[in-house]
């Protein structure tokens, strides 16, 4: 028979381990790099390297998309406004450059609304670059508007060097950096955050679908963004709302697209399990 003093003790050491009742483990992760968040009240739930510099390969679309909400909600651009595919737009987008493409046509004009779509669906560089090219005149002008609105939305670590992904050392961030960009999005732009979770898109003839594998798990997915290099492997920055409760994930660094799958649902959901308790 165990006596009620060990009883106790037992449960105080349960408790300050995470296991007591009402409350889940804390879980681990085969990613490098990890960052849950609350949406609501900014608290963290889980983190890894959380503060440590990553590439962000195509979620930086997500800051791009950003600077261009931005000109539309202040008036200087229109969803039907026309963007020109430049040449080079076309050549980085293109299926031979290896990169996501919308598969837009050097030389071509393509409505804003359409290219957005073919921005965060598509991933496509070549909507990238072609809004970079229409906000700014240039994508190198584009992005000095980047990191003005990256230090502006408080993302003190990150730096950005290009629209579109492109794996330059100098574009780096944190995956609390992200989850903050994220939140802001979501927050502020609740008109255009649905292109994100919607779940194809058809451009020339060609039917894409999302590629945020969260969209079809069934787990409140509704946004935000993937993201891929071969030297900094896979990448998302996710969002899930259950019970009125939304949770912000950020992850990189898995080392193929099941790996990253798994890994967001299954800290997603234990952090819904944990929250909710």
Known sequence: MIRPAVLVALASLLLLAGLGP??????????????????????????????????????????????VFRAIVEGRLRLDDSAPISPRAAREGDAESGGSSMFAQAGSLVRVDDLLRGLVIASGNDAAIALAERVAGTEEAFVALMNQRARELGMTRSHFANAWGEGS??????????????????????????????PEFVWNGVRQPNRNPLLAMAIGADGVKTGHLGQSGFGLVGSAVQGGRRLILVLNGARTEDERAREARRLLEWGFQAAGR
């Open 22 to 67: 009402g409350r889940a483990a804390a879980p681990q992760t085969s990613v490098p790099y990890a960052l849950l968040v609350d949406f609501d009240s900014g608290a963290t739930l889980f983190a890894k390297n959380a503060d440590a510099p990553m590439s962000p390969a195509s979620t930086t679309k997500i800051l791009t998309a950003e600077v």
């Open 169 to 198: 050392p100098r574009q780096t961030v944190t995956a609390r950096d992200m989850a903050r960009l994220a939140a802001y999005v979501i927050r502020t732009y609740p008109q255009f955050y649905p292109y994100f979770g919607e």
